[in-house]
């Protein structure tokens, strides 16, 4: 945190208490400016440019300071500006500054102050801002989930920081070579975490700017661990499974019974059931599908389950609401397909959801969050002493259908995995029950 000089502080209380600043609050006025100086050194703003103010809220906003704290820090600032009008530009000192859609810049509007926005100049403001819409752009067009534009943004925030705003056209491989380094050496990131750095700068620099940063060499390489996924032995999984109240129970059964990633078990729809074939379409990473076996031994529960969803679809449709929500464009081709029975969530929310924009009530699917503290809850309840998860499943289901000799291939379809390598990793969680004494295969 930059230290305020001694003689601008001196001035600054001076300003304070000409202002009727009462003593008890100017230190908060201090922190204020003090963060404010920071925020311009970090991304290279004039500090005494009035246009800086705006940008500085934005930030604020985005680390959910609240009105309270955005104009107490706005007051700080314009005091600051007072102090430098000689030096300022002609521009007189913003009066009643208020916080509403006017005072962010459009671009933190539409995106939700997820970056922090350059200023400097107003073609470099300009350039980051359309390459940060770039990436949503080319993220949306090719389907990726929104937690992959999330992680991607966010490492284009960090890097876009550690670059200090760098003119884009400027932007090189040593930057990324420098940021890498920087991450393993000074932040001591996990060797995962240096991967995702990686794919979504080179997803960047090939999507965006439209260039390759060629060979990414010299680069420290953080330490890869091995890790050995956690597995719950069948009774363990049982154990855990009769702990759930409706509906986590049959959400935790389909991830065991069908070795799902939680995403794909809440973003299934009525229409990726085939009960008499027995066969669930699962819609997985980056727009792939994949059919696996639906258990038997559920399939009452599950067809129980799709009965309360037609009813609450008929209230819903009753009621006037405006469908589920629909993605990739689906409602487009089909009008009114958010209303129809087989294209509502398997798992849908308690609530509808209220939609701004288009002033529209929808119902979503279950929040992650919710499945994720009901399993937390139901392993406590079971007192097991390994740290299980929602992919804990998917890691038993895996170990388990290799202890029942399924091929490696044949499980690396049913996970949906692209690489078999990714598959094996579960021959480590299973004992080898086939010892034999060596032999060569001529005397077999």
């Known amino acids: 945190m930059i230290q305020i000089e001694a003689n601008l502080l001196k001035n600054y209380n001076l300003i304070l208490q000409k ?100 200023d400097g100049s107003n073609n470099l403001n300009q350039s980051w801002q359309d390459a940060y819409q770039g990436l949503v752009n080319e993220i949306k067009v090719r389907h990726y989930s929104p937690k992959t534009l999330k992680s ?58 439209g260039r390759e940063f060629g060979k990414i060499d010299g680069v420290v390489r953080a330490k890869k661990r091995p890790h050995i996924p956690v597995v719950l032995s069948e009774k363990e999984v049982h154990m855990v499974l009769k702990n759930f109240s409706c509906p986590y129970d049959l959400v935790s059964k389909l991830l065991y019974g069908c070795g799902l990633r939680l995403f794909e078990c809440l973003n299934l729809r009525i229409k990726d059931f085939n009960f008499e074939a027995g066969i669930l379409t699962v819609h997985g990473k980056g727009g792939k599908y994949r059919t696996v076996p639906i258990p038997e031994i559920i399939t009452p529960e599950l067809k129980a389950h799709m009965g ?21 464009r689906i409602e487009k081709k089909y009008k009114g397909a958010g209303k129809e029975f087989i294209w509502q969530w398997f798992f849908p929310a308690i609530t509808l959801t209220y939609v701004k924009e288009s002033k529209e009530y929808r119902r979503y699917h279950l929040h992650d969050t919710h499945v994720q503290r009901a399993i937390k809850k139901a392993v406590g309840k079971a007192r097991l002493t390994k740290r299980a998860t929602a992919h804990t499943f998917r890691h038993s289901y895996a170990t388990h259908m290799l202890e029942a000799n399924y091929d490696i291939r044949t499980i690396q379809e049913l996970l949906g995995h692209s690489d078999v390598r990714t598959t094996m990793i579960y021959t480590h969680t299973v004992k080898s029950r086939t010892i034999k004494e060596s032999k060569s295969p001529l005397d077999f």
């Open 308 to 328: 309360k969803v037609y009813n609450l679809n008929q209230i819903d449709i009753a009621d006037n609401y405006d469908g589920a929500f629909m993605f990739d």
């Open 152 to 209: 991607y943004r966010g490492w284009l925030s960090k890097f876009q920081t550690f670059t200090r705003s760098k003119n884009m056209n400027l932007l090189d491989s040593d930057d990324v070579k420098r940021f890498l380094t920087y991450q393993a050496v000074e932040l001591n990131v996990s060797a995962s975490s240096q991967n995702l750095a990686f794919n979504a700068l080179l997803f960047f620099y090939r999507h965006v700017l």
């Open 19 to 118: 202002n009727g600043i009462p003593e008890n609050q100017s230190g908060y006025f201090i922190k204020w400016l003090r963060y404010y100086l920071d925020f311009c050194h970090k991304y290279n703003y004039e500090k005494e440019c009035l246009k800086s103010l705006p940008l500085f809220i934005d930030k604020l906003c985005s680390k959910n300071q609240n009105e309270r704290q955005v104009q107490q820090a706005t007051q700080a600032v314009q005091l600051f500006y007072a102090l430098s009008k000689t030096n300022v530009m002609s521009e007189p000192v913003v009066e009643n500054f208020q916080i509403n859609e006017h005072a962010i810049p459009y671009q933190a509007k539409v995106e939700k102050a997820a970056h922090p926005v350059l």
